[in-house]
């Protein structure tokens, strides 16, 4: 609660902020984490949760929000909405905006502060360590502070997995301070980031990460939610009993992340046959969409245009990357 | 917070309980309503928020939860989930459930009782002035506590406006003592019941009321969500121009609330106008889900059908009632 008060704080929301949470209310931090966070900062909170774009933005003129947190994603599709009721950003009353959960490059930051007239900062966490509440940006906008207090953190080289000096980019990995029901020494985040140590206009003294610019692993992030590819191979095996061959298509449409999977099939079909697939396949989204909390379509490919495609990897991101 | 509290401790949740909250965690009084309430009995709070019913037996196995919190029509497809799987009562933990926010028969809470195999109790609360919080079952079972201390119940005629005694069934009417915020004075609930100061049971003295056995005007619930008929009828008059004459049908089916809104469509329609109609409905259907937060379906239907069917009834309710 207290580093997510902190975040908060560093994104300049104030006691006389109204936050507006559009985040899960569930087992997933985001909900709970900033709305027990903006609580303590003694901002007036509104839970949003997973409410649609349009109900927010309803909610939001009715309750005067002052300070929007979501994914940049859910972001844009508000200002999309407001664009689409014929209103403009003077018509709502934010002023800032803080985002997490999904990658976040400068171009979507100015259009998000363009869209909605608000100030656009990112913060950093994790569920194993916290999330939110590991790093934030200040006004400054030059990196994510992190609580030095409570986790200290490390750069190292992924492969020889020795420690990198300061401003060398590499894998970042923490060790918590005061943590006493989950106690991590030397976490591997598997994300990919460098640290500057350098003063910061904001006066704040703590070191500060650069923006996140990628994983060590194939670890995917759709929509606020991430996985693993093979979390999805897993449940192909055991609906199809046969694990196919299999590829992970993301694009990024409306502003809202759309995921194919593609799956090669090996042999001619007959009628019959397509009828048993269409079934699995309907069967393997629903499975995903249980499990993961993720959407995605199922598309079967001709072996011959799977490979074309696919070059032998198991994700395609098409999304804009920063 | 205290009421709510309450309400968990009649139903028999103590600080040991794993308490698995099945409420939208938003602007919906039930999910942080009970979460706050469940953490000062001192249980383990689960955030199971608007989950679907297959995510949340898995989470109530991997916690072993205890206690659940949820609409009784929940109830019965977590019981329904339970079956597919092959699982039985045993295989779960669940002691307790403390159900709100819909109709509640006795043959429903014998239904839930036997397949889940826990105790049920009912709770009643109105987001105007508690929700939830204003009474709750004690396991007797013999009619819901009023917390007296902090509302005044009083039953009147609503026609006449008349206190009736003690006993006789009438329209709800409160009077909180201790709100600050928003105190209300003789607030007319619209819930029918009767009130029974007989001892109980459990050692409480404090006053009992009946389940609630329906409403003085035409709100509706369904799935848990209260509306008005006119609310649907103002969406349509902004869509279509016109209010057309309609009728709410609702059914049950597997457990959940069905509802069709019947229209009736006055002339001759020509293909092109069908498809303009087809547009029309999508919108209607969209909307309402937007605004009210419900799934229903538009139908249109001919003029006959339609008032032999309603016999100018806005809403026919083909729910099983208690």
């Known amino acids: 609660t207290e580093v997510s008060a902190r975040v908060l704080c560093a994104g300049g929301v104030t006691k006389n902020d109204v936050v507006q949470i559009c985040f899960d209310y569930s087992l997933f931090g985001g909900g709970l984490g900033f709305h027990y966070g903006a609580e303590l900062v003694g901002a007036s909170v509104i839970p949003g949760s997973n409410l649609d774009p349009t109900r927010q933005v ?8 002052t300070a929007l947190i979501a994914t940049p994603g859910f972001a844009i599709r508000l200002a999309a909405v407001v664009r689409e009721k014929g209103l403009g950003p003077a018509d709502i009353h934010l002023k800032r905006g803080l985002f997490t959960g999904e990658p976040f490059s400068e171009r979507t930051r100015k259009q998000i502060e363009d869209e909605l007239n608000i100030k656009a900062t990112d913060n950093y966490g994790l569920s194993e360590i916290a999330w ?15 609580f030095e207090d409570q986790f ?18 590499g894998e970042l ?17 598997g994300d990919i980031t460098a640290l500057d140590a350098s003063p910061c206009g904001c006066g704040r003294t703590l070191i500060r990460m650069k923006k996140v610019a990628g994983r060590t692993d194939e670890m995917v992030t759709i929509n606020g939610v991430s996985f693993f590819p093979s979390q999805i191979e897993h449940i192909f095996s055991q609906i199809w009993g046969v694990e196919p061959r299999s590829c992970l298509e993301i694009n990024r449409r409306g502003n809202q ?35 993961l909390g993720i959407s995605v379509k199922v598309k079967l490919v001709e072996p011959d245009s799977f490979s074309r495609e696919t070059k032998g990897k198991r994700v395609i991101d098409k999304r804009e990357s920063s």
């Not at 309803?58 to 929000?65: C, E, L, N, W």
């Not at 509440?133 to 994510?144: I, M, Q, T």
């Not at 200290?152 to 980019?169: F, N, Q, Y």
């Not at 042999?267 to 019959?272: A, H, T």
């Open 132 to 146: 939110p509440g590991v790093a934030g940006e200040c006004e400054k906008k030059k990196g994510l502070h992190i």
């Open 58 to 65: 309803v909610i939001a003129r009715d309750y005067r929000t």
């Open 257 to 291: 992340d759309i995921v194919n999977i593609l799956v090669k099939v090996s042999e001619k079909i007959f009628f019959d046959e397509m009828k048993k697939l269409q079934d699995l396949k309907s069967k393997v989204e629903r499975e995903i969409y249980q499990d």
């Open 173 to 189: 990995v923490l060790t918590t301070i005061t943590k006493e029901t989950f106690p991590l020494i030397r976490y591997r985040t």
């Open 152 to 169: 200290i953190p490390e750069i190292i080289d992924p492969r020889t997995k020795e420690v990198l000096p300061l401003g060398e980019e």
